[in-house]
């Protein structure tokens, strides 16, 4: 029972309480010496209009807060966030030289403008253009990109839908605690593929630097816009986390979210 006390009355004092409340599963709170702690942790309000869930890691710690647990379990189509593993297979077998190697437009029109020209590997991640990601996959082909997925244990790993179609609304499914662990491998560089490899993938990820910070991200959205993931990885002065945002409604609409909660909890500070 003592020990029961001084757990509730350390989550009152870092403000997780509340947070854990909203979650249908409680996240463990991280160091109550952290910007996370200094301001409840409640994220509840960000997904107003939204069925969504959001998981926040930190690495050092292994320490995981997670808002809305039945949805972090369940799996579901990764779309464009599996650009990472993509590039990642693609450095890993050649399919590509480097983050530079140029692919060609096609000339068809697709409906993001940004798509509608030549690409690069990293280019093509950040444009999250999804005509290079295809191109590579097929390079890739079904054998070794069923082993590489059984080598890193990415979700379901089923790539029935086609090669260049499996993980946009089709047969590969993830769920945000699957993703939360992939990258937290990615960041530690613990996973099965060359550092070099990890190190490129990790630097095509950064979105936005500070003084004191350095945001790694990818968005995901399917084709009717009602399911968009924000994935990736903070660098703060001192720590890492992990985090994970997934909802009905597109990717920006994640990244949104995503960046607001960063910014409240300090993490995002110049």
């Given at each position: 029972?003592?020990?029961?006390?001084?757990l509730?009355?350390?989550?009152?004092?870092?403000?997780?309480?509340?947070?854990?409340a909203?979650?249908?599963?409680?996240?463990?709170?991280?160091?109550?010496?952290?910007?996370l702690?200094?301001?409840?942790?409640?994220?509840?309000?960000?997904?107003?209009?939204?069925?969504?869930?959001?998981?926040?890691?930190?690495?050092?710690?292994?320490?995981?807060?997670?808002?809305?647990?039945?949805?972090a379990?369940?799996?579901?189509?990764?779309?464009?966030?599996?650009?990472?593993?993509?590039?990642?297979?693609?450095?890993?077998?050649?399919?590509v030289?480097?983050?530079?190697d140029?692919?060609r437009?096609?000339?068809?029109?697709r409906?993001?403008?940004a798509?509608n020209?030549?690409?690069?590997?990293?280019?093509?991640?950040?444009e999250?253009?999804?005509?290079?990601?295809?191109?590579?996959a097929?390079?890739?082909?079904?054998?070794?990109?069923?082993e590489?997925l059984q080598?890193?244990?990415?979700?379901?790993?089923?790539?029935?839908?086609?090669i260049?179609?499996?993980?946009?609304?089709?047969?590969l499914?993830i769920?945000?605690?699957?993703?939360?662990?992939?990258?937290?491998?990615l960041?530690?560089?613990?996973?099965?593929?060359?550092?070099?490899?990890m190190?490129?993938?990790?630097?095509?990820m950064?979105?936005?630097?500070g003084?004191?910070f350095?945001?790694?991200?990818k968005?995901?959205?399917?084709?009717?816009?009602?399911?968009?993931?924000y994935?990736g990885f903070i660098?703060?002065?001192?720590h890492?986390?992990?985090?994970v945002t997934?909802l009905?409604?597109?990717?920006?609409?994640?990244?949104?979210i995503?960046v607001?909660?960063?910014?409240k909890?300090?993490?995002?500070?110049?």
């Amino acid at each position: 029972m003592r020990k029961y006390m001084y757990l509730v009355m350390l989550l009152l004092c870092t403000g997780l309480l509340g947070s854990a409340a909203h979650a249908q599963t409680p996240g463990q709170p991280v160091s109550s010496k952290e910007p996370l702690n200094r301001k409840t942790l409640d994220v509840s309000d960000y997904f107003s209009g939204y069925n969504g869930m959001f998981l926040l890691r930190d690495v050092k710690k292994g320490k995981t807060f997670v808002y809305n647990s039945d949805r972090a379990k369940t799996r579901l189509t990764p779309e464009s966030t599996f650009k990472i593993p993509n590039a990642l297979i693609g450095l890993q077998v050649k399919a590509v030289r480097d983050e530079y190697d140029v692919k060609r437009w096609d000339g068809v029109v697709r409906e993001i403008d940004a798509w509608n020209r030549d690409h690069t590997l990293g280019s093509a991640m950040r444009e999250s253009a999804v005509w290079y990601y295809q191109t590579m996959a097929r390079d890739i082909g079904e054998e070794r990109m069923t082993e590489w997925l059984q080598k890193i244990s990415y979700g379901n790993r089923d790539i029935s839908g086609g090669i260049d179609q499996f993980w946009l609304g089709s047969s590969l499914q993830i769920s945000p605690l699957e993703q939360a662990d992939f990258l937290e491998k990615l960041y530690k560089e613990e996973l099965p593929f060359d550092k070099p490899v990890m190190k490129t993938v990790k630097r095509m990820m950064i979105q936005d630097e500070g003084d004191h910070f350095t945001l790694y991200g990818k968005t995901g959205s399917n084709a009717a816009g009602d399911l968009g993931w924000y994935v990736g990885f903070i660098e703060t002065d001192k720590h890492a986390y992990v985090f994970v945002t997934n909802l009905n409604g597109t990717g920006a609409d994640a990244k949104k979210i995503t960046v607001e909660i960063l910014k409240k909890s300090k993490m995002m500070a110049e």
